[in-house]
């Protein structure tokens, strides 16, 4: 079951709308790599401005990951993305999800989720 926080890997809480959040995140096996799906909600989206990605973290603050959203999601909010070919070494039990904004960078409500043994 994921968790969400405000504080783990942001760099703000994200409560004045500077930067998306992250709502959930799921993690699948696919052959030695992971797929990792992330629901973000950023209702502040616009062409000029807007999340435009998200990321895999390793408890260290190793990014595992990064999946570059192109284009606003204004009309579709909340909106899920995959990762896929993510690589998690071994030994980390659990990765943070955190989202970026085009205009303020990391922050916001993050999501932590076990890797499935």
């Given at each position: 079951?994921?968790?969400?926080s405000?504080?783990?890997?942001?760099t703000?809480?994200?409560?004045?709308?500077?930067f998306?959040?992250?709502?959930?995140?799921?993690?699948?096996?696919?052959?030695?790599?992971?797929?990792?799906?992330?629901?973000?909600?950023?209702?502040?989206?616009?062409?000029e401005?807007?999340?435009?990605?998200?990321?895999?973290?390793?408890?260290?603050?190793?990014?595992?990951?990064?999946?570059v959203?192109?284009?606003?999601?204004?009309?579709?909010?909340?909106?899920?993305?995959?990762?896929?070919?993510?690589?998690?070494?071994?030994?980390?039990e659990?990765?943070t999800?955190?989202?970026?904004?085009?205009?303020?960078?990391?922050?916001?409500?993050?999501?932590?989720?076990?890797?499935?043994e």
């Open positions: 079951m994921p968790t969400t405000s504080e783990a890997g942001a703000t809480d994200g409560a004045d709308g500077s998306p959040d992250v709502i959930d995140a799921e993690l699948e096996p696919s052959g030695d790599t992971w797929t990792l799906s992330a629901t973000i909600s950023s209702p502040y989206d616009s062409p401005r807007y999340a435009d990605a998200f990321r895999a973290v390793a408890p260290d603050g190793t990014e595992l990951g990064v999946r959203l192109t284009h606003d999601h204004a009309n579709e909010q909340p909106f899920t993305r995959s990762l896929t070919g993510l690589v998690i070494p071994d030994g980390v659990e990765i999800v955190e989202g970026r904004d085009l205009a303020n960078g990391w922050g916001g409500q993050t999501v932590t989720v076990a890797v499935p």
